[in-house]
């Protein structure tokens, strides 16, 4: 099933069920019990939000082998958790700022994002997907020259826009082997299956339970594939003008342009 966040004509935003090329809108509690409706909605008439306002950010770096070797990096023996700010949600479509103050090194970074539907504390890793609401993509948008010069991550990766999530969640997937792969102007620079994540998605779901509450909307992204632009020979920025899409097999293509501010 998925499930999209949206606004019509009157700028009220609804939630419904993307089926086919129309939106069924639900009337309920999205992380409980809700109903579609007989209110419908052409797709292509509508304006598609981030499909969920996130309580928490929660992110892992360095989580594909191939991914950390490019950047001359050790494998991490534990997870690598890093939060952006909730402030940097951006849209599907949305126009991604290039920050004045840090415009140079702006980096892209595809990932599978995890929604949590359930709260949750101290789960187990055969339990973990239990608490999931779905999965939708997700695009960590990276300063890498902030990332590099402040000694830890938070300012580089939580500028405004830096986080655009979409296009809806699907909530019937399995995580564990499906292909995640991101597209600069229509050429393909990342490509992965989630089967070579270092720490599974289960995994990461555990880990962070321990000791932390994991609230319905809690966002995780789950690391990004070999192939963003700090890596390549030269390296390839993005820039004014540059649009980026994050497509994940089974869910959708999540697509921005960025623009200078």
């Not at 949750?120 to 695009?139: I, K, P």
């Not at 966002?219 to 192939?227: D, E, F, Q, R, Y």
């Not at 497509?247 to 342009?257: R, Y």
Request: glycine share 8%.
């Amino acid at each position: 099933m998925k499930i999209a966040r949206f606004c019509a004509g009157d700028q009220k935003v609804r939630y419904g069920v993307v089926h086919g090329s129309h939106l069924n809108t639900i009337s309920g509690d999205m992380f409980g019990d809700f109903i579609e409706t007989d209110e419908i909605y052409d797709l292509s008439t509508v304006k598609l939000l981030a499909p969920v306002v996130p309580e928490n950010i929660l992110c892992f770096g360095r989580n594909y082998k191939a991914h950390a070797e490019e950047g001359g990096d050790d494998i991490p023996k534990s997870p690598l958790l890093f939060i952006k700010a909730t402030s940097c949600l951006a849209d599907p479509e949305e126009k991604i700022v290039i920050p004045r103050i840090a415009p140079e090194q702006v980096d892209y970074e595809s990932e599978l994002a995890v929604i949590i539907g359930k709260k949750c504390r101290d789960v187990s890793e055969e339990n973990a997907l239990d608490y999931v609401f779905g999965y939708t993509c997700a695009n960590d948008v990276s300063s890498r020259d902030c990332q590099n010069s402040d000694g830890q991550w938070a300012r580089a990766k939580s500028f405004d826009h830096f986080c655009p999530l979409g296009p809806w969640i699907e909530t019937k997937l399995n995580p564990g082997n499906i292909k995640v792969s991101g597209r600069l102007n229509g050429a393909t620079m990342q490509e992965a299956r989630t089967d070579l994540l270092i720490f599974s998605v289960p995994y990461l779901i555990s880990y962070l339970s321990q000791g932390m509450t994991l609230l319905p909307g809690t966002v995780i992204l789950t690391g990004t594939p070999a192939g963003c632009g700090f890596a390549r020979k030269p390296p390839v920025w993005l820039k004014p003008g540059d649009v980026y899409e994050v497509e994940i097999e089974g869910i959708g293509t999540l697509k921005n342009q960025f623009i200078a501010e």
